[in-house]
């Protein structure tokens, strides 16, 4: 199936209402659920987690050891190294007839129902959400709820149809029409093709949960048994196995273990007692190639659909966000190596936000947005972004560039002439101007001195990042920070020639000019050994530098020099919450905190900014709840995908604007940034003031409101 541009894709997301509020419904009620479940059992993800990882480094013996059993178990097997050669293995056992099919996304991926179709054989979904979608001509909005996108009318209208009659709307009536239809097609099926969540190899045992109970009857009823199985698939032990399948269970719907859990290691000994011919069809497509270029972790997904239940951009465009055979970040990753990167480039890689939304909640604790940022770093720069984007991320590597364009745009805007050029502009632009702040005066966007020293007594030295953006389009913050470190007793140490910390650039794809900031940084702070912490006021840039051992983790000269400096590194509410801070006085006022997904997530760090805004005497915090992790910034995807980007905006302020605040306070240059860009979108006559919580404590601890 050919797919229309992404952009029309993604406008296509955005502008379905039904399907969005069904997801909203569906996330509101799973994700406490799952997170419950999850807590229930601590040491579930460290398991599940080495398993596959095992499984992944054996991975040839165990498609060698699973091959060898299922055969001995009576079993016929066939690896396929492409999609082609197990179509055309399954096209050799099918002769015609009906086939009843479970839920497989390996099925989905090597294209064998059209093939099947194309040689007449009747092709009958037997999950309930994919036999909605086959009925209705769709494809599965989800892993686990393929028909989360189609509304019950619509459902209804399928099924009347089925039945010869206009069916009440009542779904335990619409359910037994399905069952009845499901019913005759098992009973009539010569052939029943499943997927499998796991194999072990040492019994060649194929292990399946559900909780419909159409796998267990696909895989008992009908004579000829097929599973479609993925290499890496494999385990080594049926305790492996079982693991495997209760974290697919905990993570993916909150239960102990899926209603149905089946096992099977061979065809019956007997008529009646189920399958005489069992074949199992190993499907490579790719997989050993993924794990030779060290992106094997892509598939040691256990297809829980996790992520997808907490993925922003899968929240607000669904399965527009993935290609036909795979969904979401994961299913993208997967697509660039069973379908191509071509493919994936085109349709959605530069999706992913690396927000790290996605990587708690997963049973296997999957890095897809890191991998997301290793494989950009394949496509040509004019595939990766946009100009605009091209021209910003030239100026954060050059900071005096950044700082000149900045005095420019103060002097436009002395003149007035940025809000004439502003009106001429396409309108999209118009609408993103509120993400270009107000520039600051050149003497703020001038550099600190080299050494600040504390106000009052000298508790603490420490070197002060100030990054690109921070430094000049956002230079208040900086001189902010510094003067709240410096009255709470800190030295600070300000290096010259550190630039950028490159998180920008390692997010697009641009890796190597990632490291090669990453060194200068690294050069800047080198010498800085009478310095206790390395402090930074921006999740993104704190985020990226604390994981500078993994960016330079192959480079020999600067391994072990970016451990030692991400160990340093600390946000400055981290800091500030350990070392002390400067006694505050009043801002009355009621103010709402959000957390960067940078620091939130990627840092750990959530409840260092509210301790610190406690302590601010007057300051009423009250806590919004917010829908979505990330509010759609992410560096510099808002220049990417505006659209989406948009929405997560919008998603935000509506959020904020519901806990009534008069302030707003974040701690990331990107994200405070987005908030005035969403609020400014909803219309308002007054708003909220949003501010980095650094001018929140400046304002505190020496300029109180």
């Known amino acids: 199936m050919k797919l229309p541009p992404l952009s029309q894709r993604i406008a296509s997301g955005l502008a379905d209402a039904s399907a969005d509020q069904a997801r909203r419904v569906v996330f509101d009620g799973l994700r406490p659920r799952l997170a419950a479940a999850r807590h229930r059992y601590p040491d579930l993800q460290d398991r599940v987690r080495a398993i596959k990882a095992d499984a992944l480094d054996h991975l040839d013996e165990l498609v060698r050891l699973a091959t060898d059993r299922l055969e001995r178990n009576g079993c016929t097997v066939a690896v396929a190294r492409t999609a082609e050669e197990a179509r055309r293995h399954i096209l050799g056992i099918v002769g015609g007839g009906t086939l009843v099919k479970s839920k497989s996304n390996a099925a989905k991926e090597i294209g064998i129902v059209e093939a099947l179709e194309s040689r007449g054989v009747q092709v009958v979904e037997t999950d309930l959400g994919d036999r909605i979608n086959q009925l209705n001509g769709t494809y599965g909005g989800h892993i686990i709820a393929p028909a989360i996108q189609i509304t019950a009318a619509r459902v209804r209208e399928l099924f009347s149809e089925l039945a010869g009659e206009v069916l009440p709307e009542d779904p335990e009536e619409i359910v037994k029409v399905a069952r009845e239809d499901l019913r005759a097609a098992f009973a009539g099926a010569g052939y029943g093709l499943s997927g499998g969540n796991v194999l072990a190899a040492e019994t060649g045992t194929l292990g399946v949960v559900e909780n419909e109970g159409n796998i267990r009857m696909l895989s008992s009823l009908p004579p000829v048994h097929i599973a479609v199985v993925p290499i890496t698939k494999i385990v080594r032990s049926v305790e492996d196995a079982l693991t495997v399948i209760q974290g697919a269970s905990v993570f993916g719907v909150g239960q102990r273990l899926g209603t149905y859990a089946s096992f099977i290691s061979g065809p019956a000994p007997a008529e009646g007692f189920g399958p005489r011919e069992v074949h199992v069809v190993l499907v490579d497509n790719g997989r050993r190639r993924a794990v030779a270029q060290g992106f094997g972790e892509a598939f040691s997904c256990i297809s829980c659909g996790a992520c997808l239940d907490h993925c922003p951009v899968y929240a607000v465009i669904g399965d527009k966000y993935g290609v036909t055979t795979h969904i979401g970040g994961i299913g993208l990753l997967q697509a660039s190596f069973t379908s191509g990167l071509d493919l994936t480039a085109r349709q959605g890689l530069s999706l992913c936000l690396n927000c790290r939304a996605c990587v708690d909640p997963c049973p296997v604790r999957i890095d897809t947005p890191g991998m997301h940022a290793r494989l950009r770093e394949r496509l040509p720069a004019g595939q990766r972004l946009p100009g605009l984007a091209r021209v910003v991320l030239a100026l954060a590597r050059r900071v005096p560039l950044m ?28 609408e993103m101007a509120p993400l270009l702040p107000p520039m600051p005066a050149p003497r703020e966007m001038a550099r600190p001195p080299a050494v600040i020293e504390p106000i009052g007594p000298h508790k603490h030295t420490v070197a002060f990042f100030s990054g690109c953006v921070m430094s000049t389009w956002l230079a208040p913050v900086n001189w902010a920070t510094l003067r709240v470190l410096a009255r709470s007793g800190c030295r600070i140490r300000v290096p010259r020639r550190q630039g950028c910390c490159g998180a920008l650039h390692h997010h697009m794809g641009a890796g190597g000019a990632a490291r090669t900031l990453a060194r200068r940084v690294i050069n800047a702070f080198g010498r800085l050994d009478d310095c206790e912490a390395i402090v930074t006021n921006s999740a993104g840039c704190g985020a990226a530098m ?23 590194v600390r946000d400055a509410s981290e800091f500030l919450v350990v070392h002390g801070l400067a006694q505050a006085g009043p801002v009355r006022a009621r103010a709402v905190y959000f957390d960067p997904c940078h620091l939130g997530i990627a840092q750990g760090i959530t409840k260092e900014p509210r301790w610190l805004l406690s302590h601010v005497p007057g300051l009423k915090v009250v806590e919004a709840q917010r829908r979505e992790a990330c509010c759609g910034s992410a560096g510099i995807f808002n220049l990417v995908h505006p659209e989406v980007s948009g929405r997560l905006a919008d998603l935000l302020a509506e959020d904020l604007m519901a806990a009534d605040p008069e302030l707003i306070v974040t701690s990331n240059p990107g994200c405070l940034l987005q908030a005035r860009w969403g609020l400014a979108r909803t219309g308002a006559d007054r708003l909220p003031d949003v501010v980095h919580l650094m001018e929140l404590l400046d304002w505190a601890t020496g300029e109180a409101r």
């Open 403 to 430: 700082r000149a364009a900045g005095w420019a745009l103060y002097g436009a805007e002395r003149l007035g002439l940025r809000r004439m050029v502003q009106h001429r502009l396409p309108r999209r632009l118009q």
């Open 546 to 568: 604390k994981e500078y051992a993994e960016l330079l983790h192959d480079d020999p000269r600067y391994a072990d020099r970016a451990a030692a400096l991400s160990a340093r």
